[in-house]
């Protein structure tokens, strides 16, 4: 309760703080929107389904890309942290690779796939990919030898390793690379989007700036913020609490 409490007062006083600003006329509306001409954009949206259809689309990509991503990081992840030449090979280039902005995917993916949606689907799982991919190769150096050690002595083959003691082990690396390679997808999406003009979010963003319309763009970035908070409560937030109370950390 108390912790519902300090954010209704944060994001009150927030909301306040924006009123005033946007009541003192410091800038013009068109380049400092108030909140009720954002408020009455997002209805607006809403009522000509163009926010909703926007909104459809991006998860729909997001989550073929992401969904690819995550299994193929994880897996890749795995194998890697298991296996001393790939790490020092594979791994190298992997840590390499995640320096580079998502962005810098896109004229190649341009080039191997033409301008459709196949080009910012592959944007989104190496924006995805590599972060998870990390995660999962600490994860699984990180863990102890003698968990793995007493496994082996108790018989355990090599599925039966990875099924009881690899993967519970890295789990908590691997939630922080799921909720890294989540926010890297997004920001991956948005930049095929805004590059490549199509139905989603991010063409609707663009939309507003070609349009000077301000109002349009904070009412979707206050979209991709409320899906952002949405998933994180729901999946990743449930996810984290659940890994804590397996390893004790938690009551």
């Keep these: 309760m108390k912790k519902l409490t300090n954010r209704y007062l944060f994001f ?9 600003v946007a009541q003192a006329k410091i800038w013009p509306e068109y380049l400092f929107p108030s909140p009720i001409g954002v408020g009455e954009r997002l209805i607006d949206g809403f009522k000509d389904r163009s926010f909703i259809i926007g909104t459809l689309a991006s998860l729909r990509r997001i989550g073929i890309g992401y969904g ?10 795995i194998i890697i942290g298991r296996n001393n030449y790939l790490n020092e090979t594979l791994g190298s280039l992997i840590t390499g690779l995640q320096t580079l902005p998502s ?7 341009i080039l191997w796939f033409g301008l459709n949606e196949k080009a910012i689907i592959f944007v989104i799982l190496m924006g995805a990919l590599l972060a998870i991919t990390t995660a999962t190769i600490a994860g699984v150096k990180n863990i102890s030898p003698i968990y793995i050690k007493a496994g082996k002595n ?13 993967l519970p082990a890295s789990l908590p690396n691997i939630i922080t690379g799921l909720k890294q390679g989540w926010s890297f997808a997004w920001r991956a ?6 590059l490549y003009v199509n139905l989603g979010l991010g063409q609707l963003l663009m939309m507003g700036r070609e ?9 979707v970035m206050l979209i991709l913020i409320f899906i952002g908070l949405t998933f994180d409560r729901l999946l990743f937030a449930k996810l984290e609490r659940a890994v804590r109370k397996r390893w004790g950390y938690e009551a």
């Design 12 to 20: 009150t006083s927030l909301l306040l703080v924006w009123i005033i």
């Design 211 to 219: 349009l000077n319309d301000m109002n349009q763009v904070i009412a």
């Design 103 to 109: 962005i810098c995917w896109l004229p190649l993916s």
């Design 154 to 166: 108790m018989g355990a083959k090599e599925f039966d390793l990875f099924r009881t003691i690899l």
């Design 68 to 77: 690819i991503s995550m299994l193929i990081g994880i897996t890749m992840g």
């Design 189 to 194: 999406l948005m930049a095929g989007e805004l």
